[in-house]
């Protein structure tokens, strides 16, 4: 691991994930999360303020990203959730079958190589009537934002790892 994905990329993806549009949709999406909960992309550990201590027993923190997962560490001894941290992408969650009650994801997809295998990995530790929420960002219906869109898309997967 070079020294910008150490360094800068975990501080600039916390950074523009706590834009004030991310985080109203967090505030609506989080709080719906109950029971023992999976979070792909948990990231620096931004969703943590917004999950229900009432309704949430445990989350599995799932993240590549061991600066990521550092940063996490120390923004969950804050809350009253237990956490358990495991350093993988989502193509192969290391849980049993039928575990998770909840699968929340924010903002994480772009970020999965194999999109397809990583949500067929969730529905299998996904107990039968669990529930997955997700809030994503995508391709904006308007024409010349969608311009733009592509002309920064190449620079930001670089930037944007």
């Known amino acids: 691991m070079g020294f910008y994905d150490k360094y800068v990329l975990p501080k600039l993806v916390h950074s523009v994930c706590t834009q004030k549009q991310f985080t109203y949709q967090r505030k609506i999406v989080v709080p719906l999360a109950k029971g023992r909960v999976l979070e792909v992309g948990f ?8 999950y229900d201590p009432d309704k949430v027993e445990h989350v599995w923190g799932l993240d590549p990203s061991k600066p990521m997962q550092d940063m996490a560490k120390k923004s969950a001894l804050m809350y009253k959730i237990p956490v358990d941290f495991i350093a993988v992408s989502g193509e192969e969650i290391p849980l049993e079958k039928n575990v998770a009650d909840t699968i929340l994801i924010t903002y ?27 809030c994503e960002h995508g391709r904006a219906p308007d024409k010349a934002i969608c311009k733009w869109q592509d002309r920064l898309n190449p620079f930001w997967r670089f930037i944007g790892g």
């Open 43 to 50: 990231g620096s550990g931004l969703n943590l303020q917004f």
């Open 108 to 134: 994480t997809l772009c970020t999965i190589v194999d999109v397809q295998k990583a949500l067929e990995e969730m529905r299998r530790v996904l107990k039968p009537g669990g529930e997955l929420i997700f």
